[in-house]
T-cell receptor, first 115, second 115 residues
Framework: AQTVTQSQPEMSVQEAETVTLSCTYD???????LFWYKQPPSRQMILVIR??????QNATENRFSVNFQKAAKSFSLKISDSQLGDAAMYFC????????????FGKGITLSVRP | DTEVTQTPKHLVMGMTNKKSLKCEQH?????MYWYKQKAKKPPELMFV???????INESVPSRFSPECPNSSLLNLHLHALQPEDSALYLC??????????????FGAGTRLSVL
């Protein structure tokens, strides 16, 4: 079974600074997808970034980038120039390729941003 | 447009009531999902519909009854719920083919309280 581990329950960052959220996963599959979702107090789960396992290049979306280490099964999220609106719960998630595969979430990390 | 709309936003019901949650998307997605989320926890998958047919039921109690009347609409009928069923209920949708087939888009959820 696939598992996703987010070992840090909470982190804090100063506004305009950079923070890295860690995530590890366990799978025997070779074709899969990894995601970071953000859930602010407004409740809506928002896709931040995704990574296809077959791509060696790390995904980036504006201030958000990932460090994908396939051999180490590590998928960390770096947030640059942190903003107050980045405060939220962040979930790392895994999905193997194929029909009817489920999205497996980590426990999540609560990120606070200090002004 | 990546919008998944859920109604109502909040719902309070007694244990003998019957109520329904509604989810709608107009992105042409042919997979739709119901999740249950407790506070500070990751979402837990309940049901998956593919091409309007139930493809995954995660051993959910029969007091939760899903329905997919058409490709844009997903309902969750509630009957004789227990207080422990109080949670945020999230709907999501995704494509079943194409480059974006592994991305799930979430609604803002319905906050359910069972008294």
């Amino acid at each position: 079974a696939q598992t996703v581990t987010q070992s840090q329950p909470e982190m804090s960052v100063q506004e305009a600074e950079t923070v890295t959220l860690s995530c590890t996963y366990d799978t025997s599959e070779s074709d899969y997808y990894l995601f970071w979702y953000k859930q602010p107090p407004s409740r809506q789960m928002i896709l931040v970034i995704r990574q296809e396992a077959y791509k060696q290049q790390n995904a980036t979306e504006n201030r958000f980038s990932v460090n994908f280490q396939k051999a180490a099964k590590s998928f960390s999220l770096k947030i640059s120039d942190s903003q107050l609106g980045d405060a939220a719960m962040y979930f790392c998630a895994y999905r193997r390729s194929g029909a009817n595969s489920k999205l497996t979430f980590g426990k999540g990390i609560t990120l606070s941003v200090r002004p | 447009d990546t919008e998944v709309t859920q109604t109502p936003k909040h719902l309070v019901m007694g244990m003998t009531n019957k109520k329904s949650l509604k989810c709608e998307q107009h992105m042409g997605h042919r997979a739709m999902y119901w999740y249950k989320q407790k506070a500070k926890k990751p979402p837990e998958l309940m049901f998956v519909y593919s091409y309007e047919k139930l493809s995954i039921n995660e051993s959910v109690p029969s007091r939760f009854s899903p329905e997919c009347p058409n490709s844009s609409l997903l309902n969750l009928h509630l009957h004789a719920l227990q207080p422990e069923d109080s949670a945020l209920y999230l709907c999501a949708s995704s494509q079943l083919a194409g480059v974006a087939k592994n991305i799930q888009y979430f609604g803002a959820g319905t906050r359910l309280s069972v008294l």
